[in-house]
T-cell receptor
Framework: GAVVSQHPSWVICKSGTSVKIECRSLDFQATTMFWYRQFPKQSLMLMATSNEGSKATYEQGVEKDKFLINHASLTLSTLTVTSAHPEDSSFYIC??????????FGPGTRLTVL | AQRVTQPEKLLSVFKGAPVELKCNYSYSGSPELFWYVQYSRQRLQLLLRHISRESIKGFTADLNKGETSFHLKKPFAQEEDSAMYYCALSGGSNYKLTFGKGTLLTVNP
């Protein structure tokens, strides 16, 4: 139980285009989902907290107009990287709370912006 | 502000040796501490949490509020324990996790 999927697992795009990443909780409902970014050989940095039906809460330094988050249902949250640039290339990971105190992580999405 | 410190970036031990991965935290309230593990080419997964007070795969961790530590221990390391280990802290009502930088454990045969 408590499986979280992400799609796509990897994506390559041209600079200036937008990319959407999906995060789904497959066997449970997640009131809250989290989006992280992980640079090579570094730890996870929380980008934003996404609550179903409300606006996401972004961490300091994360541009909300750059990283659009939508949490339309209890099993789906999306992260859209708008007008992507090479510096946005990274590993993006989502997690979902199966209850109020445990996060289960997706496998991650590797984004490469050319 | 909440902060998690894992002082060792790399830790290498031989099979059968004891292993301790250090984690110290800074948080003004009452924290909840976790250890997550990431095996090669796999997703991050929960190893254990302090409120459960359980042993998973032979690993244990005790929350020491006086020393603000949550070190992960295993008496006899196995090769399959080789992985990246992250200590994480959750505080407040929003259940956000703050991660340490991680420790790469290598268990040599």
């Amino acid at each position: 139980g408590a499986v979280v999927s992400q799609h796509p697992s990897w994506v390559i795009c041209k600079s200036g285009t937008s990319v959407k990443i999906e995060c789904r909780s497959l066997d449970f409902q997640a009131t809250t989902m989290f989006w992280y970014r992980q640079f090579p050989k570094q730890s996870l940095m929380l980008m934003a907290t996404s609550n179903e039906g409300s606006k996401a809460t972004y961490e300091q330094g994360v541009e909300k107009d750059k990283f659009l988050i939508n949490h339309a249902s209890l099993t789906l949250s999306t992260l859209t990287v708008t007008s992507a640039h090479p510096e946005d290339s990274s590993f993006y990971i989502c997690s979902a709370d199966s209850r109020a105190d445990t996060q289960y992580f997706g496998p991650g999405t590797r984004l490469t912006v050319l | 502000a909440q902060r998690v410190t894992q002082p060792e970036k790399l830790l290498s031990v031989f099979k059968g040796a004891p292993v301790e991965l250090k984690c110290n935290y800074s948080y003004s309230g009452s924290p909840e501490l976790f250890w997550y593990v990431q095996y090669s080419r796999q997703r991050l997964q929960l190893l254990l949490r302090h409120i459960s007070r359980e042993s998973i795969k032979g690993f244990t961790a005790d929350l020491n509020k006086g020393e603000t530590s949550f070190h992960l221990k295993k008496p006899f390391a196995q090769e399959e324990d080789s992985a990246m280990y992250y200590c994480a802290l959750s505080g407040g009502s929003n259940y956000k996790l703050t991660f340490g930088k991680g420790t790469l454990l290598t268990v040599n045969p």
